[in-house]
Structures are given as structure tokens and as C-alpha cells.
């Protein structure tokens, strides 16, 4: 009886955190929509942009989802529907643009990337990598941490980080699982998680492979400069700095989330044990490698097969998908146990970006924020724009946070004597690793399926890690790239 009046008062408690900022979110609404007009924003050149009625929405709309994200009022897939709703009913967009971003290439993209995540756990092909690396790493979580954020930084090198984030995904489930913890959330868990989404992005600006921001951002950047940035000249300055974040996050974490367990006693022969257990390969595993190696070559191939370059990589990639139906190695189970919170949250995600990008509330903010560095020190400029990048890269397209600010820049970099190179490269950096939000990139929110932490412990991990991003873009601008040989002053090129 007890039990049950226990449970009744559970149901009947009121959550007044959650109410409070689901208020909060709605009032930061109506304050920025129903604002009077806000002031144009000024370029160095003297030209006008204005914050058209429709932007002052988008901006409304942004800071109402970002609120309710962080503090996880609602489920993040029903704030990202909300976020379609709110244009249409406050005229911000028309309909059929707000919703018909839910199903951009980008967010299907995500969905193939996941499916594959699925293929590789209903396969055993999960199984088996995280025991053979097990074996590999030993028995101390600190390698074993190591050892994972090594695999997926390395796999970005070759495949974009959200499908390298949906492959290893499974894979940290299978490690966690012997960790001893159950389901139950634990430092070492949230280390694991959090830290692929965060080394899946350190990761991926190393090559043009590794997300398509780097190359859209250097195809716009010959554009506006009139320069060119080959596959082999932008990882020849990215590999350090990608490098270099992915050691300093194992470090960030082996600090601040420490694993409970400093060894895990008998994980190697137990790891061995389960290895053996699965047997020889079989053919179903060999099908779906096949299958998965067959699009990532053909995805890889097209930074230098100018014939596959108009193939979209989405399309590409939900081949995999369809081939799967067709060999039977999924069934319709598997395609209703896709994670579809974390689809919405992405579909959200793609729609606030292109709402701030259309309403040209992103530019309005670009602009403003630039305009501050017009006098400043080459080193504070480069910074300044790198910060900018990185705070818009967790609410929007990375390519967009880039595409709104390197215009302003490179009209500002001439005055101040900045090369256009550094402009790009700290951009570009920053534009890898949005820590912060969980919308800010696709491996964001497939860690998050895990329940290991909270989008607030996100947010909260993402301060500190966002630091360290900044000090190691300093140190590249001013140590790193200069010994390179990168102009960083016009002066110097």
C-alpha cells in the first residue's frame, strides 16, 4: 500500500524547474517578437542590414529552442517540431519551407548514418570490434578512453564524422556494457559518450572527408579571395590542430569526468572469452561490410573523381540502407526502432539554420558582432571571428556560420593587414566542434541516445571544452601555422 501511495505522489509532484523554463523560453519569445524594430546593422563599407520583421521571428524562434534544449523541457524532437510550428504561425516562413527543411538532404544523411549503426550491432560486427580492440587497450579505463577517441578520430580521416559517429556508437554501447555499471549513468560513461561526439568534430576538420563543411567553405573562399585550397594544403594545416584537440579532450575528460574505476580486472581475458565465443565471420557480416566499405569508398572517391562529384552524398549513402532491406538483413522491426527523437532534433536543427540563413537574421548578427573588431589587433580580429563562428555553429549550419561571416571578414581583413588564410582555417576549426548544443552537430545527438548524460551536462562539459577549442586556435595562430608557413598578416604573405 505504501508502495503505492509512493508512486501516486511521484506522478502527482510538479516538475516547477521544467514549468519555469518552458515559461522562460516563451517569454524570451514574445519579448524579441513583439520588440519594436531593432537598429540596422552597419558594415565597415557604410552599407545598411537590415532586421526585417521575419529575422526578429527567426531570432525569437532560435533563442526560445535554444532554451528549451538546454534545459530539456520538452522531448528535444517535440521543441524541434515546435520550432517548424512557430514559423508558421507567426508567418516567420511560409510553410512549406519551414517543414520542408525537416527533410533535408542532410538530415537523411544522418538517418543512413544511423541505420548502419543499427547494421553493425544486428550483425555481431560491433560485437566483434569492441572486443578486438579490448583485447588491444587492456584493462585501464584511461586507455581505454584513450583507445576510443583514437579509433573514431582516425575513421574521420576517411568517412564523415556522423557516419563514423553512428558506426562507433554501438560499438562504446558493447565497451560500456562490460564496464559493470549496467544502464546506469557513470563518469567513465559520460566520458565515453560526450568525448566521441567532441573528438568526432576535433577529428573531422583534419580532412575534406571528414564533414562537407571544409569543402563548400573552401570552394567559397576561392570564391570571395580568389585563392585555392587543395585537399593536401588544408590537411596539411589541419592535421596538428585536429590532432592536438583530440589528445588535450582525453586529457579535458580524464580531469574533469574521471572514470569511478581505474582498471576493470579481468576485461582482457573476458574480452578474449567473448571474442572466441563469437566464432569465424559469417556471411551476413561479410554482406554488410561489403556494403558499408562499398559507400564510404564511393563517398571517399569523390574529392577526386570529378565523374562522382554530382552524386550527393546523401543519396549515395541511403543506398546502404536500401540495400539492407533488399538483402534482408534488416526487416521492418528494425526500421521502427529508429531513434526518431534524434532525427526530429537534427530536422529542427536544419530548419532554425535555414530560417536565421533565408530571414538574414544570421547575417544582421554576423555583421554586428565583426563590426566591433574593425579597429582591433590582427590576432583579436581572428579571434574574434573564430568565436563568432564557433557560438553560431551550435545553432546553425556550420557551412552557413562560416558563409555569414567570411564575407564581413575578408572586407575587414585588408584594413587590418589579416591574410585571408587564417581567416578560413579559424574558421573552419571552430566550425568542427560546436560543444555546446546537441544540435550543433549530428554526433552531438547520437551520443546523446545513449542516457548517459543530459543536454544540460552538455551544455555545462561544452564551457570548459569550448576554452580549450579557443586556446588551441591562438596557439595556431600565432605559433603553429606561422612555423607552417601559413601567412597570417599580409605583411608576412
Excluded at 369 to 375: C, E
Aim: hydrophobic share 60%.
Amino acid at each position: 500500500m505504501s508502495a503505492e501511495v509512493s508512486a501516486s505522489r511521484k506522478e502527482s509532484s510538479i516538475n516547477w524547474s521544467r514549468i519555469i523554463f518552458l515559461l522562460v523560453g516563451i517569454a524570451i519569445f514574445a519579448g524579441v517578437y513583439f520588440s519594436p524594430p531593432w537598429p540596422d546593422a552597419i558594415d565597415p563599407m557604410g552599407k545598411h542590414f537590415p532586421l526585417s520583421k521575419e529575422g526578429k521571428g527567426a531570432l525569437a524562434v532560435f533563442l526560445l529552442a535554444g532554451t528549451w534544449w538546454v534545459f530539456e523541457v520538452l522531448p528535444i524532437g517535440v521543441t524541434s517540431l515546435a520550432i517548424g510550428v512557430l514559423q508558421v504561425l507567426f508567418m516567420v516562413r511560409p510553410a512549406k519551407e519551414a517543414f520542408r527543411d525537416f527533410m533535408d538532404p542532410s538530415v537523411l544523411f544522418i538517418f543512413g548514418s544511423i541505420v548502419i549503426g543499427m547494421v553493425f550491432t544486428k550483425t555481431g560486427l560491433t560485437k566483434r570490434l569492441a572486443y578486438k580492440m579490448l583485447i588491444i587497450v587492456g584493462e585501464k579505463t584511461s586507455n581505454i578512453l584513450l583507445g576510443a577517441f583514437v579509433v573514431t578520430a582516425a575513421l574521420t580521416h576517411i568517412m564523415a564524422h556522423t557516419a563514423v559517429a553512428a558506426t562507433v556508437y554501438p560499438l562504446f554501447l558493447v565497451i560500456y556494457a562490460l564496464y559493470g555499471e549496467g544502464n546506469k549513468p557513470s563518469k567513465f560513461g559520460k566520458a565515453l559518450f560526450i568525448g566521441m561526439a567532441y573528438v568526432a568534430g576535433a577529428a573531422s576538420i583534419i580532412t575534406l572527408l571528414g564533414a562537407a563543411r571544409g569543402a563548400v567553405a573552401v570552394s567559397f573562399f576561392k570564391e570571395i579571395a580568389g585563392k585555392d585550397v587543395s585537399f593536401f594544403n588544408l590537411t596539411y594545416y589541419m592535421f596538428p590542430i585536429g590532432w592536438l584537440m583530440v589528445f588535450l579532450l582525453w586529457g579535458f575528460f580524464m580531469v574533469f569526468l574521471k572514470p569511478e574505476k581505474k582498471t576493470i580486472p579481468g576485461l582482457r581475458e573476458r574480452a578474449k572469452e567473448l571474442y572466441a565465443d563469437l566464432g569465424s565471420v559469417t556471411q551476413r557480416e561479410i554482406l554488410a561490410g561489403l556494403i558499408i566499405f562499398g559507400v564510404i569508398l564511393v563517398m571517399s572517391l569523390q574529392s577526386f573523381v570529378p565523374a562522382l562529384q554530382p552524386l550527393n552524398k546523401s543519396a549515395v549513402l541511403l543506398v546502404s540502407t536500401i540495400l539492407f532491406f533488399v538483402v534482408k538483413i534488416l526487416d521492418i522491426q528494425d526500421l521502427e526502432a529508429i531513434p526518431w527523437n534524434i532525427i526530429l532534433l537534427f530536422s529542427g536543427a536544419m530548419s532554425i539554420g535555414f530560417c536565421l540563413w533565408q530571414t538574414e537574421a544570421a547575417k544582421w548578427l554576423a555583421v554586428n558582432w565583426l563590426v566591433l573588431f574593425k579597429k582591433a589587433n590582427w590576432f583579436v580580429f581572428v579571434m574574434g571571428i573564430a568565436f563568432f563562428v564557433m557560438v553560431m555553429t551550435n545553432f546553425i549550419m556550420n557551412v552557413a556560420a562560416i558563409a555569414i561571416s567570411l564575407p564581413v571578414a575578408l572586407v575587414i581583413a585588408p584594413y587590418l593587414g589579416v591574410a585571408p588564410e587564417v581567416i578560413l582555417f579559424a574558421s573552419l576549426v571552430t566550425a568542427g566542434m560546436p560543444f555546446l548544443l546537441l544540435v550543433g552537430a549530428a554526433p552531438n545527438a547520437i551520443a546523446y541516445d545513449s542516457k548517459q548524460f543530459t543536454s544540460g551536462e552538455f551544455f555545462m562539459y561544452g564551457i570548459p571544452a569550448s576554452l580549450i577549442l579557443m586556446a588551441v586556435v591562438a596557439l595556431a595562430a600565432l605559433v603553429i601555422w606561422p612555423i607552417m608557413g601559413m601567412p597570417v598578416t599580409l605583411a608576412a604573405g
